[in-house]
């Protein structure tokens, strides 16, 4: 499976598209927030730039996708201000796949920028510029020392290919604690090389003092089979798969090829990746968690499953047309549905 | 009519497509290759640099959004292995409208960076990395003394809006013979504030030394209501809507009020814009003249009425929706085909 060539958020604004199943990443970048507006703040003041490059990586579409790109002007407006200085130009670089749905962010910037400019309440704001980067973030995508500023979340949890080697994870789809022992190493090795290659990109990419904020799905164990939310959602999705197979839906080879291309690391898995890479020191690293059913009932949904399917189906559609085409899709997540409350 | 929220080129690869419909646009930009080449090879010999950023300016989608890119990339390494200098890094900026299909040219970006690399032969060209710009050319689209390189092929004989008060412009979507004296006039006060805002806004973007390379739709007369290739096109649209108003498919107000944001100037008016704003000089100011029908035949499709309504349905097709609603579009171009033998 070329990953970079099939994975993408649902595209849209529909009912299981992306944009209308990310309030959990919207909430993610919220509790972020903090850190960033000290990592720009850090920046600024260091350099006082007259022109800002800021990158968002794996920045999907719909509502999350500029979010972050307005606090972060928000935030250097303020400082620039503050300060006295000219506003900078700053260019905003919108990363994602080549299957991404771009169309759908740029036909919303007239407004978002319109928006934009109606809360900075200053005249000499900006000018902004607005960029769409197709490609993976395993490779280069932007000139030698371009970027001043860079931004993912939830992304960096997505794997460039699926593990090598793992034709014996039978029935599971993922790190489960019924893998064979190889299957959690290979995905850790897959890891290694995925996040060593970013970093070492972004090394050549970025400038010297620039800053860059990560944020993505980890474990709190060092155990990588032991049941977690990325874990648990996957093994809903495996229970739905297994169903179908059970009904002879999809069959036994297809199901014992598929696999997750996914992974979800340590704090200190992380660390050693990145002091080991050299390219970059770390101002902070941190581990927060959140309570999937405490959130939903506070974002006042009461379907949590209904929620649980469409939040997977919203991230991994792609991959499952991609490997059993489009039939068993609707059958897959209303199964996903109805074992949420199993595990 | 806000244009740039509405225009766009017809997205996709279907048969009405622009992408179906824009081999007269690329047998334009081959014509212009020679022109292009010299001036690439103006620019590198004076600046050898070890990066280079080209935009493309209302690249549309399909097969012609690329190709100049290409082109370009093959002279940069032809000369760059002459000179046997490193190859440059470049940047290609991929600039339309926000309506434009970007998600098409992202989705083909993969294998036609495969098929460049084997074109190329060798292996430390490039790298090289893309982006998608969305927004209106007459404004600014890039941050400050960042381009080397600029092309624009058949984008800018679109003005920014319909000229103001040519509501008199009875029956006529455009300059026709027929129009009112203060219609020409208003068409050309457009063009004169929309191209110098280009200029303007290109040369705070370009580098000391970049090149531009300009091609859109002219004319040949001083008289800009003189029949010729563009006006004939609006001239058989205006014949169908008339035609769809004998038959009460559109009232009389809707006729009245729609004309075409499109303007072909004359070489003379051209030049002195140029001149008038300062920014830039002339290397070379050129006219060419190419023979549709003639055009047509070689390209060997004997339905050229056909061509016709295509040709012009994939440029126009959604101004007139944004105007008239979609209903009538199919009668529209079928009354375009019968009406193309009589004029």
């Given at each position: ?28 970048i ?21 022109s ?14 500029l ?11 303020k400082?620039?201000?503050?300060s ?7 260019q ?7 299957g ?12 978002f920028q319109?928006?934009l400019?109606?809360q ?9 510029f ?27 949890h ?5 593990p ?52 993505f799905?980890g ?13 648990s ?17 999809i069959n ?51 379907n ?25 899709i ?9 074992a949420?409350f199993?595990?």
């Amino acid at each position: 499976m070329e990953v970079g060539q099939v994975l993408h958020m649902n595209a849209g604004t529909g009912e299981t598209s992306y944009s209308n199943n990310s309030h959990l990443q919207k909430k993610v970048i919220s509790m972020t927030m903090p850190i960033i507006e000290e990592a720009m703040t850090n920046l600024y003041s260091s350099t006082s730039p007259s022109s800002l490059v800021i990158a968002d990586l794996g920045c999907s579409s719909g509502h999350n996708s500029l979010f972050v790109v307005s606090e972060l002007i928000k935030i250097v407006e303020k400082l620039r201000q503050k300060s006295g200085h000219q506003s900078p130009e700053i260019q905003v670089l919108l990363n994602d796949l080549p299957g991404n749905d771009f169309n759908t962010i740029f036909k919303s910037l007239p407004s978002f920028q319109k928006n934009l400019s109606s809360q900075l309440e200053s005249k000499d704001a900006g000018p902004y510029f607005f960029s769409g980067v197709p490609g993976s973030f395993y490779g280069r995508l932007f000139m030698r020392k371009s970027l001043h500023f860079l931004h993912s979340s939830y992304s960096l949890h997505w794997l460039s290919q699926v593990p090598e080697q793992i034709e014996n994870n039978k029935r599971n789809i993922y790190m489960a604690s019924t893998s064979p022992p190889n299957v959690p190493k290979a995905y850790h090795s897959q890891f290694q090389r995925d996040f060593s290659t970013f970093l070492k990109c972004r090394a050549e990419e970025m400038v010297t003092g620039g800053r860059m904020v990560l944020t993505f799905m980890g474990r709190k164990s060092e155990d990588p089979t032991k049941k977690d939310g990325s874990n648990s959602m996957w093994e809903l999705l495996a229970m739905a798969l297994n169903d179908m197979l059970s009904k002879g839906l999809i069959n036994e080879e297809k199901m014992d090829s598929f696999n997750i291309p996914h992974y979800t690391p340590s704090l200190s898995e992380v660390k050693s990746e990145i002091v080991e890479e050299g390219s970059f020191s770390i101002d902070r690293l941190e581990f927060s968690e959140i309570n999937r059913s405490t959130y939903y009932k506070e974002y006042n949904h009461s379907n949590i499953s209904e929620i649980a399917a469409n939040s997977i189906r919203a991230v991994a559609e792609s991959l499952l047309v991609s490997h059993f085409g489009d039939g068993i899709i609707e059958k897959v997540f209303s199964s996903v549905g109805h074992a949420y409350f199993l595990i």
